[in-house]
């Protein structure tokens, strides 16, 4: 069975502090994508990544995909409090779109 | 062009019934994937339809059933229903042949509530 584990489960910082939120895995996946859901909706993808090593920015936000393609990491800087959600990663092999999600990070930024 | 749809919103149903879900995909998109959401977790995969033939199932008892119709909408029926299949279904769809590298467009979900 695949398993992708988020750390932390849950983090609460305040406005302009940094965080990074990790996935891992001791399987690999051909892709790897993190979501953000807010509450009464469904998940929004925010990246994609598919390469050992990719790292890829979204503004503030930082994805990293490990060279083994078996974890990453979502660094954001200076956080808002339009950041608060659950961020979830998913993990997607070959010819299926069946994604393997983490149990997510639910984070929330007070301001 | 409208997103993702998913009805009804919200569902109370007793154990032993049965319940329908409905997804209308994204215009355009050909394949539909289901998802079990239940509180505190991430999303489980259910099974996916691409042009109306099944292509994948997670692991969930084959009380869980579905449909993908020719304008793409999709069904999820579960039959003989369980505490435990409370939850919020989510319904996602994308446009192309199934691969893990599309992105894959979110409904709001229908949350699910068995007593």
């Known amino acids: 069975t695949q398993l992708l584990e988020q750390s932390p489960q849950f983090l609460s910082i305040q406005e302009g502090e940094n965080l990074t939120v990790y996935c891992n895995s001791s399987?690999?996946?051909?892709?790897l994508q993190w979501y953000r859901q807010e509450p009464g909706e469904g998940p929004v993808l925010l990246v994609t990544v598919v390469t050992g090593g990719e790292v890829k920015k979204l503004k503030r936000l930082t994805f990293q995909f490990g060279d083994a393609r078996k974890d990453s990491s979502l660094h954001i800087t200076a956080a808002q409090p339009g950041d608060t959600g659950l961020y979830l990663c998913?993990?997607?092999?070959?010819?299926?779109?069946?994604?393997?999600f983490g149990k997510g990070t639910k984070l929330t930024v007070n301001p | 062009e409208t997103g993702v749809t998913q009805s009804p919103t919200h569902l109370i149903k007793t154990r032993g019934q049965q319940v329908t879900l409905r997804c209308s995909s994204q215009?355009?998109?050909?394949?539909v994937s289901w998802y079990q959401q239940a509180l505190g977790q991430g999303p489980q995969f259910i099974f996916q339809?691409?042009?109306?033939?099944?292509?994948g199932r997670g692991n969930f008892p084959p009380r869980f059933s579905g449909l993908q119709f020719p304008n793409y909408s999709s069904e999820l029926n579960v039959n003989a229903l369980e505490l435990d299949d409370s939850a919020l279904y989510l319904c996602?769809?994308?446009?192309?042949?199934?691969?893990?590298?599309?992105?894959?467009?979110f409904g709001p979900g229908t949350r699910l509530t068995v007593l």
């Open positions: 215009s355009g998109h050909n394949t």
């Open positions: 998913a993990g997607g092999q070959g010819g299926s779109e069946k994604l393997v």
């Open positions: 996602a769809s994308s446009y192309s042949r199934p691969s893990s590298y599309n992105e894959q467009f």
């Open positions: 339809y691409y042009r109306e033939e099944e292509n």
């Open positions: 399987s690999v996946f051909s892709s």
